[in-house]
């Protein structure tokens, strides 16, 4: 078959997975045969999403007129791809050849290949329409802007209460003057997960007054030390997508249907909150919020969190110690360019973060280990007791199982070089979650760093830091008492 975009094969070749096609190896690949020509194209793409904000990115490509410029087009279409789910975005001005910016129009529509990122970040997020629009000259694109909302407050004072929300408990903390509130035993004085089932709750009040119960369970236990004391702020975390702090696609909310009603009773749920208590609240996606817990502890920005668990969280401080704004949905971000790679059942698309980097992947691993024998009784859809089965094999020595975590480590070690294209600078990779705990997590991570240490020197100082019991407990929901501004 004809080959137009040339896929490069990884020096380390996963033991499962031969057919695997690491994008920075394509990428740089692409990029130096256009520098080679002496003509390369500039190609900057801005994306906008909420208040304005804008991020850019910076590329090239093929003068239209090369032989090789239809490579272009698949480079642009996965170089967007990754670029809405790292930043999230409704708008797309892009300063480039015309040809391209109408292909990647096309593919965000109705009948385009990318119908669902078109939904998703357009109709469902932003409230808008889709736009992908070409200008002329690099003057007409918009300026980058991250907006005010990206900074944190570290060096906070007085008495605040942060929270986490997931799908089975609600984490909440007590902080005072920017750090997890300690009582004299060293103990903190609350910092707590209480159970809950959101889901399939269709009632709003339920998820309301149950967020709200754990919030009046931390101000109890600031007024039991300090019967004066007031709560100057409230900052949470949550999986989902947030935007200015309205809820716009979360599961938590599964259950509030139609979507005109989610939009009416659980899109406005926090700023109801926020209303009632009359202090500053701010939320923001859980992902970005691990990062800065990693950073709080690290005592240094540029972290990149990555969380392995039901599927890949991502959020990222930058260097600055702030959090950019960014959607980070790195589930469905491009990190295989094979295009026979597993399929994302949700987007449709292929070869993005979940599968590789999530109880999914492993599950999806079974079957090329030689496992499935050894799932009897197991449902093929039940991930978490998969993983759990695995585990449990890993214990016990096998080889198989072992080669399940030294697949996922090296793809882990060519995304994470990959990622540091995107994400500037990085200097630790926070990694959690069940699928990185235990022995095979650590085979992830021996083989990510040695894949980074021998194939790209200039990243073998990326830091990869594993927080501890401690942070994993508290860390989260102190590190969210941080977010709101107050001065």
Known sequence: MKELFKLVAPKTVPVLDPDFRPPVLANRAFLAEVDATGKAVPFIIAVERDQNRVSRFATRVFPMDHPRAGANYFYVERILKF???QFGGWKVTIFGP???VGYLA???????VRRFDAEFWGDQTYEHEMQIIHVDREADLPAENDGAGSAVELDWKGWRIGFDLGASDRKVAVAKDGKLALKANGEPVLSEEYVWDPKPQTNIKYHYDEINWVLKEA???I?????QAKVEAIGGSSAGVYVDGRVRVASLFRGITPRERFDAEAAPIFKEIAKQWGIPLRLENDGDVTALAGSISLGDGAVLGLAMGSSLAGGYVDDKRAIKGWMNELAFAPVDYNPLAATDEWSRDFGVGANYFSQQAVARLIGPAGLEGEMAGIDAGAF????????????????????????IGVYLGYTVAHYADFYKPIRHVEVLGRVVT??????ILSIAKKILA???PELKGINFYEPDEREKRHGQAAAAASLPLTK
């Not at 235990?438 to 085979?443: A, D, K, L, M, P």
């Open 83 to 85: 670029l809405l789910w």
């Open 98 to 100: 015309k040809e391209l």
């Open 106 to 112: 096309s593919c965000y529509t109705n009948t385009g």
């Open 219 to 221: 101000e109890k236990a």
């Open 223 to 227: 007024k039991a030390i300090d019967p």
């Open 384 to 407: 978490p007791l998969r993983l759990k089965r695995v585990q449990e094999l890993m214990e016990k020595g096998d080889a198989r199982a072992r080669k399940i975590y030294e697949t």
């Open 438 to 443: 235990g022995e095979g997590g650590q085979i």
């Open 454 to 456: 021998d194939e790209f």
